[in-house]
């Protein structure tokens, strides 16, 4: 990709971009990469998407699968005609609920129950306490944590908080650690089509017709409106 004039942006090395002219505009082509699949992306015309991997296709033999649809476990649905795209994990989220048996769970409102606090004190101090958190169910506590992890960090933050505070124990977490991990997942069970959408930027408006939200943020702050 270097070879073909494609930087890597700073803050994530496995993404790279390059700046190309189709027809007299500049276009941004962005490539991310994970072993030898590639995910390519464009700022508006497909020319600049077509040529590069026309360009790609001189160099090494590709296998275009299409519109993307799904990437390291996340699906993928766009909707081009109203600009957005919307990235989630329903299958991983029911694969997980079989692996722990919580299907059939009862669905509940939050990630974290809120009447309960969670510490290091409640993590077993007795042999006969960590002999049995050593046991199935409970000992899938961390393999489960894991698993959640990976969950908030692609595509549900809503649930980042509940997990970080889960993962501190995973070394020795305790009974009431497991009743709130068992929360999460009933949680999870009852928004397992969550995920995160993008939307196309909206064109700037008319400097006489700003958003009533930026004039009341003005006013709150003591910053006259600009008109």
């Known amino acids: 990709l270097k070879a073909m ?22 276009e941004t082509v962005i490539v991310g990469v994970f072993v030898d699949d590639l995910v390519i992306a464009g700022t508006s015309l497909l020319e600049a998407v077509e040529r590069f991997k026309n360009e790609l296709r001189t160099r090494m033999d590709i296998k275009d699968k299409g519109q993307l649809t799904q990437c390291l476990g996340m699906a993928v649905e766009q909707d081009k005609q109203n600009g957005t795209v919307k990235i989630h994990q329903p299958l991983f989220v029911e694969d997980l609920l079989v692996r722990t048996e919580m299907l059939h769970s009862k669905a509940v409102g939050t990630a974290a129950n809120p009447s309960v606090i969670l510490s290091k004190s409640d993590c077993p101090v ?28 692609c595509t549900r933050p809503d649930i980042a ?14 009974i009431a650690h497991f009743r709130e991990l068992r929360h999460l997942l009933r949680y999870l069970n009852g928004t397992r089509d969550f995920g995160i959408s993008y939307f ?15 004039v009341e943020f003005r006013n709150i702050t003591g910053t006259p409106p600009e008109h």
């Open 126 to 153: 007795t042999e006969e306490d960590k002999a049995k958190m050593a046991q199935p169910p409970y000992s899938e506590y961390r393999s489960i944590v894991g698993s959640l992890l990976y969950l908030a960090l």
């Open 5 to 26: 004039r494609f930087t890597p942006a700073k803050r994530d090395t496995c993404l790279y971009i390059r700046k190309v002219q189709v027809n007299g505009r500049t």
């Open 200 to 214: 196309r930027k909206p064109r700037p408006q008319q400097n006489a017709r700003k958003s009533s939200m930026v």
């Open 161 to 174: 908080f509940a997990v970080n505070q889960l993962s501190r124990v995973v070394a020795n977490p305790g």
